[in-house]
């Protein structure tokens, strides 16, 4: 009896999947390293050659929108070029995998490259937007060459793709699950945790490693106070941003699928279009990349900032305005974009919010490789933001009623609205523990799940999930 | 097209599930709020007793060990005579429902009223158990009630049950779809959280009004360190502690079944038990509660702690010894206990650890209602504890190369050894989130992850889960 577990246990210790997943979390953590490296040099470089520019307006412009056309004219001429097939998030290609439609052209060492080298070019340009369709890709693809039991396999790709470039592990391996299958078999939950668990600290260990940084931590530490970090009168408000995240949500899904289907409908447009496949993506390249111009239209919606500097600025534990007037204090770099003379905070935050809504549907329809989930976190932080610069401006002491006065905190409303946006457009209830993962701080659980709750009943019975309406138009 | 969302909208906002779980949600959150209360008002009464019988040794012990075996002996009976269905933790009996087994007669209002009282009775107590079942049971019984679609709805059911008790929502969701499910329907998840939003939110609002908090916090708050909870090169220490969890666990499980084997098998201790059901559980009240009585042997072992106090000392930010001795600083309350002067604080670790660990598993095989997962969350945060300890002793200054000094935290220790033990023995991951969700700090995520799935391949490659384990036993 004895001998049989100890034989069992050891078959189980070096046994293929133990070994195979071991390899795969830790090629995913060094490649999703590698990438990151490379797009964060490819988004300095707009920065430095706008920084350059400095003496003259129009070369300035110049320099910034065509830098972005630029690359995405490259991204999108790659992915036509080596492997049309790579072109979009690859959640929705997985669902349809998983429903049973086995896409062997889709996965292909061919796309695999057409995937990384795309997508590395396609974020580097400033688009809004973000890069977990490429892990799933590549898991995916390892999955294949290991055909023989690929569909057990693929509860794993698809959370180490989504866990690891968001640093949000457990958050990753629920979320796949919950955007892809339909009916999940329990027994696979080890694989995606254990592949995750391994890739996850991989990247965490190279990221301390190269940038010299302490120990490994949260992406977008927040610091909100731990030990009142919301009353419970605020609840009302945290609902409130809840629902209108949820008819967002829908207004996001909704707008992504009428912009694609104009496009594919106007006839003229898309003979142009097909032979000159470059044109669509770098027209909507120059609207969007003209209006982000940081001198010009940009400055009233914080345009220089990258999405994970503009994510870090929104998640600030103070408080930005005081009787709606800009708080004085030292902004520690990036806040100070938000402040403008002419337009207030409230200003910025509801243009930012508006604008990136509009501009990340429709980047998303570009024929690139993208992933959708970073940018309307974003957009999402902005809109809790707005929310919760709204709630300080009206109760400037809080609304506690002890003899200790606790102001609101934004930044807490901002994470709720990150979650519930997100949650909305995904349909899904694991971006709770996302972005509690990757703020580090899980004091706004509460607000957050009654938010992201709220967000998805309303938004499960106005629209479909993007990933569902992506597949819905390619049909 | 329009009107078709607006009517669809309005029908899934007040359609039946919506109120269902709105009300379901409202009534456990009140129900286990008063439970709470009354479980810890019959602890404090032990604690009373203890404390006015101070004069005289052997009254004190017997009011000790009498008004345990008292309250056990009451709720056994009570189980016996009103439905011995009630017996057991609920997770069992679930399973087997959803494997397709109607167990019908276990479904009654009677068997509810079992539950309710023995488990109050039996938890006041002072034994090693803890409070899931009730609730998952309840759940299952409204479910029952609406019987046309109950299967689907027993989601939500086991959801609420477990989230609700451990103030730990998204955890609950997640570890009774891991403990209860082979294939989980997708779909079913809105009703999971839904609920347990609901009902996390009711039960913390009564708190914060009961016992005048100030606003929703963690229930074991924990204050570690946030800007470095770790060093990289802790991460063995980390893995090693995931591993011999995942070996305690196995263990766990197999003395349980031992046991309760055991028992089965004597046939003239049976047929005595047959006649005399209450003979077992005082037998084994009397023994635990011996060893527990504060001022004999449980001296060394912190006997007089509740495990709700033990667990919230044992996650103390602080290191307990410096170079083997134990510190001079002010002791807050409880973790005064630890320190004893003949036994080092490693010995009254090591002692709790282990003589909780066989108390835990004999007590389990009582016919009262019982939970099994947070006393095994509790030894293992007592395991983690010891861990950290030896650490802190072996390396006084940390394990960090840099300028700084970061010391070790054994409280960090001992949330990843409360997530592992706990994840061995239930064969679940989601102990990872809900360890985090109870100690309101995510900062040992990564830790915490490592020694999970060291601790799951482990333990599954050894044993079943201990619910499996339970169902072979009655079968």
């Not at 490379?38 to 300035?60: A, E, P, V």
């Not at 795309?118 to 890069?131: C, I, N, Q, V």
């Not at 254990?194 to 949260?218: G, P």
Request: charged content about 10%; proline content about 3%.
């Amino acid at each position: 009896m004895k001998e049989q577990y100890v034989c069992s246990f050891l078959i189980s210790l070096i046994g293929e999947d133990w070994i195979f997943f071991f390899l795969l979390g830790l090629f995913m953590g060094l490649t999703s390293w590698a990438m990151e490296l490379g797009i964060i040099m490819l988004q300095k470089g707009q920065k430095w050659i706008y920084g350059r520019l400095d003496s003259n307006g129009f070369l300035q412009y110049l320099g910034w929108v065509g830098y972005s056309v630029a690359l995405i004219m490259f991204s999108a001429g790659f992915t036509q070029i080596v492997s049309p097939q790579a072109a979009g998030s690859g959640i929705s290609e997985m669902k349809t995998i998983l429903r049973g439609v086995l896409l062997k052209e889709y996965l292909t060492f061919r796309t695999f490259v057409a995937k990384v080298i795309s997508l590395a070019f396609a974020l580097g340009s400033g688009m809004p937007l973000a890069a977990h369709s490429l892990n799933v890709f590549m898991y995916m693809y390892y999955c294949m060459l290991n055909e023989s039991r690929y569909r057990e396999m693929l509860a794993a790709a698809c959370a180490v793709g989504v866990g690891c470039v968001l640093a949000a592990p457990v958050g990753g391996v629920l979320f796949s699950i919950e955007v892809t299958f339909t009916f999940f078999a329990v027994r696979s939950y080890w694989r995606g945790f254990f592949s995750v668990t391994i890739a996850a600290f991989f990247f965490r260990v190279l990221a301390v490693w190269y940038k010299d940084e302490e120990t490994v931590t949260a992406l977008f530490r927040t610091h909100f106070q731990v030990d009142f970090p919301f009353d419970l009168k605020e609840i009302p408000a945290f609902a409130f941003l809840g629902i209108i995240s949820g008819f967002g949500g829908a207004l996001f899904v909704y707008l992504n699928r009428r912009i694609a289907q104009f496009i594919k409908k106007q006839k003229l447009f898309n003979t142009f279009l097909m032979k000159k496949c470059l044109v669509y993506p770098v027209m909507v390249t120059f609207l969007i990349s003209s209006l982000l111009f940081p001198s010009g239209f940009g400055q009233f919606m914080a345009g220089e900032l990258t999405q994970n500097e503009a994510l870090v600025t929104l998640l600030d534990n103070r408080t930005w305005t005081k009787d709606g007037i800009a708080e004085e204090f030292d902004y520690i770099g990036n806040a100070r974009v938000w402040m403008h003379p002419q337009v207030t905070v409230f200003g910025t935050l509801a243009l930012f919010t508006i604008m990136r809504f509009w501009m990340c549907a429709l980047a998303i329809t570009m024929p690139v490789p993208y992933g959708a989930f970073m940018p309307v976190l974003v957009i999402g932080a902005g809109l809790g933001r707005l929310v919760g610069e709204c709630m300080a401006f009206w109760f400037p002491d809080g609304i506690h009623t002890g003899h200790a006065i606790y102001p609101i905190v934004p930044g807490g409303y901002a994470v709720v609205g990150a979650a519930a946006l997100s949650g909305a457009v995904s349909h899904s209830f694991s971006t709770v523990v996302m972005v509690l993962e990757l703020t580090g701080q899980i004091s706004h659980l509460l607000p957050a799940l009654i938010a992201v709750v709220l967000a998805n009943l309303v938004a499960q019975s106005l629209q479909p999930s993007i990933y569902d309406s992506i597949i819905k138009i390619k049909k």
